[in-house]
């Protein structure tokens, strides 16, 4: 064989390598990260499977930005609306089904394609995930009422009486620290404990991935974050959280606290008008936003990072990796 075709079978080889390697796409809200997952889908003979919390839940279509049916039919979608709003659902439930859908699509011969914005789901496949004790309903339920009636500093201090200085001093999240207290609370154990001693093995090695986290400049996500207010407060996202709200379900529920809920429910209860309700919104996910960011900067530094905001193909992430 000539050396140039020898060398260009090589490069073939090397590339088919590359391709057939996971790849993941985490980034903050409203940054692109669907529309870049659905180029690399139809370069790569791909399947996109979903890594965010909200947009496993049928009810949140508009809300949570799921792809519209149009995409899911173009190119195959995974974990994407199969939950009911009454279901809570734990980092370890999604790593299950999400490893089950990663093997199914490399069996098939295809690409998986993991994207979405909740940080710890992408963490537990890469570096492994702490499978933490069932908690029973009612320790759950009063660390929830606890929290919900003390706020941040009451969590801290019943931690710190009950043992978990590390979560007290560590955790600044409500939901994280009322985790800590259900564990504390279920087992007499903290959260720290149960995490060095139940970690898992990676379900994905770095070699065999290609992971990406989408950094766009802040001016540029704002302005795509007030467009995907408007998009919240349409006609349609205003029927599904009026369809989501007559269901009376317990505010606690994840599918409940999502961005936009509240804010969308205020405004058809007439506590708000529209212009108040685009500002609701549009702070509520900048805020989010920003907590993913500082998330993925301090949680995966190793990342390669990507700009979106002049527009980004498939060959530039080639170009990148």
């Not at 379900?249 to 599918?255: E, I």
Request: aromatic share 6%; with cysteine.
């Amino acid at each position: 064989m000539a050396t140039k075709d020898m060398e260009a079978s090589l490069e073939g080889s090397r590339r088919r390598t590359e391709d057939e390697r996971v790849v993941l796409i985490a980034g903050p809200t409203a940054s692109g990260k669907s529309a870049l997952a659905l180029s690399l889908a139809r370069k790569l003979d791909g399947v996109i499977i979903n890594a965010d919390s909200m947009q496993l839940y049928e009810d949140l279509r508009v809300v949570s930005a799921r792809p519209s049916t149009e995409e899911e039919t173009e190119v195959p979608h995974r974990l994407y609306g199969v939950l009911s709003a009454t279901t809570a659902f734990s980092t370890g439930d999604w790593l299950r089904l999400a490893t089950q859908e990663i093997e199914a699509v490399r069996t098939g011969g295809r690409t998986p394609i993991l994207v979405g914005g909740t940080g710890l789901y992408f963490k537990g496949l890469t570096e492994g995930f702490a499978e933490m004790p069932a908690i029973p309903d009612d320790v759950r339920r009063k660390a929830r009422d606890f929290a919900d009636e003390g706020g941040v500093e009451a969590l801290r201090a019943c931690l710190l009486e009950l043992g978990d200085r590390e979560a007290a001093s560590g955790l600044n999240d409500p939901q994280r620290l009322t985790r800590a207290l259900e564990v504390i609370m279920a087992t007499g154990k903290p959260l720290s404990d149960w995490q060095r001693e139940a970690q898992s093995a990676p379900l994905l090695p770095d070699a065999e991935c290609r992971r990406y986290v989408l950094a766009p400049p802040r001016p540029w996500l704002h302005q795509r974050i007030e467009q995907r207010a408007r998009l919240m407060l349409s006609q349609e996202g205003c029927e599904e959280v009026r369809a989501l709200l007559a269901k009376g379900l317990s505010g606690k529920l994840p599918a409940m606290r999502a961005i936009g809920v509240a804010e969308i429910g205020a405004y058809l209860g007439g506590e708000c008008d529209y212009q108040e309700a685009i500002h609701r919104l549009t702070v509520a996910t900048r805020q989010y936003a920003k907590r993913q960011e500082t998330w993925f900067r301090n949680q995966m530094p190793d990342w390669q990072r990507i700009d979106p905001s002049n527009g980004i193909s498939p060959g530039d992430l080639d170009k990148q990796h």
